[in-house]
């Protein structure tokens, strides 16, 4: 378990994260999201005792992280994948980790196997591709079997079946009963992966809650309504606490009744409906709702009308 009490962090007259109270609870995905510059990378480096807080406390599995004896056993975590040595071997490089914690070398072979570093184990770690460095960074972290694991971007760099195998990696441990907050930018993976959602911004805390409870919470259920009486659907749909758009010939998107309602009324006004379909907030929109006043780096939109800029024509 991860807990923080008014964690805070200033440099000067910055402040990258501000006072933020969270725990993250064994048996589950915790996922940490944020824009860059939120203080998602601040945060975790404090938890694992790399940043020294400003103020605030944060501890793991009951204490700070510089306290525990056995902290390999305790916590792995992947906070910068090329954090290694890169003349050394990936099977040195783990072997060296496991030697100071009094690690067997067969959890070494465990876990490159694990990682599906078999072929590369002799290799310099120098000499590996951004995927490579992530699955010795992820052999890493998993090193010490820990109760808790913390990873940043822990996809970054890797093909579809990496990425798979972290999902369901991250899902196995917590099944387990053991902490797993991960980061990443991925929406599409956390939404898939993550059972819990901390969102941060601007070094404060957006949202703390189950992720379906942020996907529900966020803006009120759409229901998407196909029908060729578009105008007569609309007035016998009007009323309090009803909003009714059409965004595309024939198409009707109602919020304020759900589906039910909207057939039953549909069927007494005795008007033909060919689609009645339930939207679902995605999680990228959820996150954009969260977030839109806390992006600290904001990049140019573009309408695909005006010319692409002088750096990018060509390409």
Do not use: C
């Amino acid at each position: 378990m991860i807990e923080a009490v008014n964690l805070a962090k200033h440099y000067g007259a910055k402040t990258a994260v501000g006072g933020v109270t969270f725990t993250v609870k064994p048996g589950m995905v915790t996922g940490f999201l944020g824009p860059n510059g939120a203080g998602k990378s601040t945060t975790m480096r404090m938890i694992v005792g790399l940043d020294k807080p400003s103020a605030g406390t944060v501890s793991v599995n009951g204490k700070p992280y510089v306290k525990h004896h056995d902290p390999l056993h305790q916590v792995g975590a992947l906070l910068d994948a090329k954090a290694v040595h890169t003349s050394r071997s990936a099977y040195n490089h783990l072997l060296s980790m496991a030697a100071t914690h009094s690690i067997p070398t067969s959890r070494v072979n465990e876990v490159i196997d694990m990682t599906g570093l078999a072929a590369v184990a002799k290799k310099k770690a120098g000499g590996f591709s951004l995927g490579m460095g992530q699955r010795l960074g992820i052999a890493s972290a998993l090193l010490g079997d820990p109760q808790t694991l913390i990873l940043d971007e822990p996809v970054n760099g890797l093909d579809p079946e990496g990425v798979l195998w972290v999902r369901n990696l991250a899902k196995h441990l917590a099944g387990q009963g053991k902490t797993v907050f991960l980061s990443s930018h991925l929406m599409s993976e956390m939404a898939l992966t993550a059972d819990h959602l901390i969102v941060i911004g601007r070094g404060r805390i957006l949202a703390d809650a189950p992720i379906a409870e942020i996907l529900a919470g966020t803006q009120q259920a759409k229901v998407r309504v196909r029908t060729s009486e578009v105008t007569r659907l609309s007035l016998l749909l009007a009323g309090q606490g009803v909003t009714v758009e059409s965004p595309e010939s024939e198409t009707l998107e109602v919020t304020g009744l759900n589906a039910r309602q909207i057939a039953t009324a549909a069927m007494e006004g005795r008007v033909l409906v060919y689609e009645l379909t339930p939207l679902t907030t995605s999680l990228e929109e959820a996150y954009f709702n969260l977030t839109k006043d806390a992006v600290e780096y904001h990049s140019q939109e573009f309408d695909g009308n005006e010319p692409a800029p002088a750096a990018v024509k060509g390409l």
